[in-house]
C-alpha cells in the first residue's frame, strides 16, 4: 500500500473488506478519547495522548488494533481470548468476519489514557 497522509486516505486506501473494521475503530477511539491527537506514525493510523495510545492496521485477512507502549496486560488480553480474538503482546486481530468487540476496547482505550496522563504528570 501506498504511504498515506492522513487517515481518510489511508482507510481508503485499503482493500473493502477493512474498511468498515478500521470506520469503527476510528469512531471507537475519537468518541472514547476525544482528546486524543489522530496522525499517521509508522506508515498507519496512530492516536497519541501523552504518548502512544493505540493504532491500527490493515492487513490480508484482519484488522490489528494495538495499545499504548506499555501493551495489553494478561486480564485485557484474556477478555479478547475470551471472545474468540488472537492477541498480541500489545494487539488484537479483528478478521473480517469478526464484530468489533466495541466495549472491551473503550474500556481499555479509558484505562490506557488515564495511564498515559498519570505517567505525564
Given at each position: 500500500?501506498?504511504?498515506s497522509k492522513n487517515v481518510d486516505e489511508y482507510i481508503a486506501n485499503s482493500?473493502?473488506?477493512?474498511?468498515?473494521?478500521?470506520?469503527?475503530?476510528?469512531?471507537?477511539?475519537?468518541?472514547?478519547?476525544?482528546?486524543?491527537?489522530?496522525?499517521?506514525?509508522?506508515?498507519?493510523?496512530?492516536?497519541?495522548?501523552?504518548?502512544?495510545?493505540?493504532?491500527?492496521?490493515?492487513?490480508?485477512?484482519?484488522?490489528?488494533?494495538?495499545?499504548?507502549?506499555?501493551?495489553?496486560?494478561?486480564?485485557?488480553?484474556?477478555?479478547?481470548?475470551?471472545?474468540?480474538?488472537?492477541?498480541?503482546?500489545?494487539?488484537?486481530?479483528?478478521?473480517?468476519?469478526?464484530?468489533?468487540?466495541?466495549?472491551?476496547?473503550?474500556?481499555?482505550?479509558k484505562s490506557h489514557a488515564k495511564m498515559n496522563v498519570a505517567k505525564k504528570?
Open positions: 500500500m501506498k504511504k482493500t473493502e473488506d477493512s474498511q468498515s473494521i478500521m470506520e469503527e475503530l476510528r469512531n471507537i477511539i475519537t468518541s472514547t478519547v476525544p482528546e486524543a491527537e489522530e496522525r499517521i506514525a509508522w506508515n498507519v493510523p496512530n492516536y497519541k495522548l501523552h504518548g502512544v495510545l493505540t493504532g491500527f492496521a490493515a492487513y490480508t485477512k484482519h484488522v490489528s488494533l494495538g495499545f499504548s507502549e506499555s501493551g495489553l496486560s494478561d486480564d485485557e488480553r484474556k477478555l479478547f481470548e475470551d471472545k474468540g480474538y488472537k492477541t498480541g503482546k500489545g494487539t488484537v486481530q479483528i478478521k473480517f468476519d469478526q464484530e468489533v468487540p466495541s466495549r472491551i476496547i473503550k474500556q481499555i482505550l504528570k
